[in-house]
């Protein structure tokens, strides 16, 4: 999902991740973020508000979702999990 080349590819692949709705697709996300640079890193951000963030509703699914993904036992991916969640609580 990185490439640090063309971060057009990385935020469309990650949106359709995103727009699974799901927690594997939310993993596979967060795992990208962890190991992005910071130029990357705000285009997987802007992937998770543009798909996750245009609604309380979706507002409150990211939540579950982040929630579940808080035990992860990828410890990169359940802190992205809990940066995420922080500010929706």
């Known amino acids: 999902m990185l490439d640090g080349r063309d971060t057009f590819v990385t935020q469309e692949t990650a949106e359709a991740l995103l727009e699974r709705w799901d927690v594997v697709g939310l993993r596979m996300v967060l795992a990208a973020l962890?190991?992005?640079d910071d130029g990357t890193g705000d285009h997987l951000d802007a992937a998770i508000l543009n798909v996750c963030g245009q609604s309380e509703e979706d507002g409150?699914?990211?939540a579950a979702l982040c929630s579940a993904l808080t035990?992860?036992?990828d410890?990169?991916?359940?802190g992205e999990a809990?940066?995420?969640l922080e500010p929706l609580r």
């Open 34 to 36: 962890a190991s992005a």
């Open 82 to 84: 809990r940066r995420i």
């Open 71 to 73: 035990s992860d036992a």
């Open 75 to 78: 410890i990169d991916v359940s």
């Open 60 to 62: 409150e699914r990211l």
